[in-house]
């Protein structure tokens, strides 16, 4: 299945198809692409509708920092199991807990963000 393609299904699956040819006409056939648009752009483009412009973000917001958070928790929890069945774990309680935190500030704002407030 092809960039535009995906597009298409997306936007079917969603009852948005009547602006399949509205994409098209403007290009925007790629979710990369999409993932960066906002309210006002769609707006510009002709999608006069408030809510399916909000329905349309909300689509193909990028999941991209969730992943990020994800893969590092996996990482530090991975970390974690080494240095405790190694007996390391102990001299590195100190570097954890700045870990920690640094995860809990890159987590809040992804929370922000996914909610779009950051």
């Known amino acids: 299945m092809d960039k535009r393609e995906k597009v298409i299904l997306i936007l079917k699956k969603n009852g948005l198809e009547s602006y399949i040819p509205l994409f098209e006409k403007n290009n925007l056939m790629d979710k990369k692409l999409l993932s960066k648009m906002t309210e006002r752009q769609f707006e510009r483009i002709g999608i006069d509708n ?6 349309l973000v909300q689509i193909f917001k990028s999941k991209g920092c969730l992943i990020a958070v994800l893969v590092f928790v996996a990482v530090l929890v991975a970390a974690l199991l080494i240095l405790h069945f190694t007996g390391y774990l102990g001299p590195f309680l100190g570097v954890l807990k700045w870990i920690g935190m ?6 809040v704002i992804c929370l922000l963000s996914a909610f779009g407030i950051f």
């Open 50 to 55: 408030i809510g399916d412009r909000k329905r």
């Open 102 to 107: 640094i995860f809990l500030a890159v987590f």
